[in-house]
């Protein structure tokens, strides 16, 4: 009887999103045709988007050690970071000096976060503790007006976490009986625009409705004697002021990568001039920095690797929906817009556009996660990936954005 093939060699380097969502689709569509290993310098997957609201709720976002994760699905965890890829011998060299060889490479690295100002409050995983929040919230007019500003940097194409900010800070300072004035400035054509006209429209009213102060088109520089707004060429006055990070590429030794160190992928999350090389998430050139699209060419990555290591699919390209989920201090409100082939007008709903229904969107991380209080398990059922909801709401659906809300019913 003749021997079985030997398993193609994948190796994930970086264990978030993208890492892990590779990971798991690889366990679900090739199982014994492969054989992963992860590497990560971090030895517990965050799930980071939750980060924006412990200031307000006190509530840790859930972390998940990658070990015993990998060792569930039959697979290897090894605590180090990804150095340099030579293409030509198929091997990576590792922070700790370790060469290891691969079949297949997915790079999840990651972005790097840097502040876009020097005298701004760069939200990070880092930024503020609650009682910090109720201090700055308390400030009052005696340090000058009493105005917040959530600032979005040109160049940054993920706006969400700003607005949520803000959303956040109003509940907040509505508990503490407090009123600064609350602001965003943003480059957008429209708040959250990125989502369509409907979408965008239902957080302006939102925004309206919260008493937050938007200003769009326009760009926030840092001078010599504080902020600007241009292009009105008018002073920034905010006695406070939160900006998220710019973001820039890994620039991984060996691979190419753009002006700002993106890595390049094509719809299958091919890295060109590099074979058998993927990569997928915030490192690579794709625009929108966001934990569902990471997610997204996890798949296609994942999909192309099972497929040429034997399995019986036909791997599809990466065709990106962007899934948003904006905290409010009350009910979230659920985002969704394609991003290609005729976009439309976006959806939003206060019912989930998608299935399940977290924060991040994916086709096998949300599953294998499941409720923060039950333990992950590899067997996930295909019943329960990724499905994308109906609903049916006229474009007036919620005349009172800020107010008691129920949506319309759903079906799956």
Known sequence: MAEPPPRKRVLVAGGGFAGLETTLALHH??????????????????????????????????????APILRQLGWRYARDGLARVDVDAHTVETTAGQTLPYDALVVCVGARARPAYQRATTLTEHMI???????????????G?????????????WSLPAYELA?????????????????????????LSIFGPLASATVERLLVARRIETHCNVHVVEEADGFQVVPERTRLEARAVIALPHLEGPAVPGLPADESGFIP????????????????????????????????QADAAAEHIA????????????????????????ESINLRQKLTGGAGEGEASYDYLWWPPHKVAGRYLPAFLGLATAPPSPDIDPSSLLVDVEVSFPHTWHAEPGGPKRGPRYTR
């Open 129 to 143: 503790e609650a009682p910090s929040v109720d201090e700055l919230l308390r400030g009052g007019p005696d340090q």
């Open 307 to 330: 497929a040429s290591a034997g399995a019986d699919i036909e791997p599809k390209p990466f065709e990106p929906v962007l899934r948003g989920k904006l905290f409010t201090g009350s």
């Open 167 to 191: 959303l956040l800070a109003r509940r907040r300072a509505d508990d503490l009986g407090v009123d600064p004035e609350l602001v965003v400035l943003t480059p957008e054509d429209a708040p």
């Open 29 to 66: 569509l090739a199982g014994d045709l492969v054989d992963v290993a992860l590497l990560a310098p971090d030895p517990e997957f965050v799930y980071r988007p939750l980060l924006v609201e412990e200031p307000f709720t006190q509530r840790p976002p859930e972390r998940r050690e990658l």
């Open 265 to 296: 992928i094509d719809d299958h999350a091919r890295v060109p001039d590099a074979p058998d090389v993927y990569a997928a998430g915030d490192g690579t050139t794709f625009p929108v920095k966001q934990g569902g699209i990471a997610t997204q």
């Open 145 to 157: 007006r009493d105005r917040i500003a959530f600032v979005v940097p040109p160049g940054v194409t």
